[in-house]
């Protein structure tokens, strides 16, 4: 089976959630990735480079220089009379192309696979994560989305795949790039990073949340999250957001501090390999997926912990 696979870049690199995929993509067969955008020889170049790929397809366009989905999808479909599957990641952008992918392939996508059983069968979660569903499918093309949580990293380089250019598909001219108003940060990419210290509710405040968090977060090198509560109480930004509607992380450490432990918040990191839980009400959910619980009010055992550290 021939798998395609597309690359999720920033115009200069390639990004982390690239290689989870490569790795639930090579278990269907051979590698194939697209690099589309304007410009990027570089990021082809690094593509090149990841182990167990085979070939990558080049499409360098003003057409894709912002990865509009209504741009990129005619150009996989076009891609996909030599290959078998298209694998995305589950991010964002990736959510946005696959299913566009998959209307004009006329076919069933398969969301966010946890693994990969057979040529036909995959898991994914269902009911937030409380249920693990088998997938089997007869589609002749594959359309699917990895969550990059559920698979190892494959190896940035030890690599040597062909590079080769691919014709533009051009511009539909049905949607246009306006804008980004992107936030920059000197901490960790939240869905990268090893650490991460979330906030919830009951710290309170916007000032609270930050005069709390942030020191601790510092200390330890770590990316900075929020509970949907927290996020829509307007103490953090909505790309702090962990939890079924926000960003799906497995960093080595998750330090929840005020986070009462709600199901759709334990669907994002319930996969973290350590769960530290800091909170008040001993009854909380949090404590039941917790590997370390405190109990304790947070406003004295969060300084506590960023001063002796």
């Known amino acids: 089976m021939k798998t395609l696979v ?22 269907l067969g051979e590698v194939a990735l697209l690099v589309a955008g304007q ?22 366009d003003a057409a ?8 990129v999808a005619p150009l996989v479909v076009e891609l996909m009379g030599s290959h ?23 076919v069933m996508q398969i969301s966010e696979i946890l693994s990969v059983e057979g040529p036909d069968s995959f898991t994914r979660p269902i009911y937030a994560g409380n249920a693990i569903a088998t997938v089997k499918t007869s589609d002749p093309k594959l359309v699917l ?38 936030a920059t940060s000197e901490r960790p990419e939240l869905t990268s990073a090893k650490i991460i210290v979330s906030g919830g509710r009951a710290l309170g405040s916007e000032e609270q949340f930050h005069s709390l968090i942030d020191p601790l977060a510092d200390k330890l090198n770590a990316a900075v999250g929020a509970s949907r509560a927290a996020v829509d109480a307007g103490y953090a930004p909505n790309d702090y957001q962990v939890g079924q509607t926000g ?63």
């Open 145 to 182: 989305t990895v969550r990059g949580t559920a698979f190892d990293k494959a190896e940035a380089t030890g690599g040597s795949a062909a590079v080769e250019a691919v014709a533009s598909t051009g511009d539909k001219g049905v949607s246009s790039f306006v804008g980004a108003e992107i």
């Open 247 to 309: 960003k799906i992380v497995a960093p080595e450490v998750y330090i929840a501090v005020g986070i009462s432990g709600a199901i759709q918040h334990l669907a994002g990191m319930k996969d973290s390999k350590v769960i530290v839980a800091i909170n008040k009400d001993e009854d909380a959910p949090i404590f039941q997926v917790a590997d370390v619980g405190l109990v304790g009010d947070l406003f004295t055992v969060v300084p506590e912990l960023t001063q002796k550290l």
């Open 64 to 71: 894709y220089a912002h990865n509009l989905a209504e741009n």
């Open 6 to 27: 597309w690359v999720e870049h920033d115009g200069q690199a390639v990004k982390d959630a690239t290689y989870a995929t490569v790795t639930a993509a090579a278990k």
């Open 84 to 106: 078998d599957a298209f694998v995305a990641p589950a991010t964002t952008t990736g959510k946005n192309i696959a299913p566009r992918v998959a209307a004009l392939l006329d």
């Open 39 to 60: 410009g990027v020889d570089g990021v082809a170049q690094a593509a090149s480079q990841i182990a167990g790929v085979a070939k990558v397809l080049v499409a360098d």
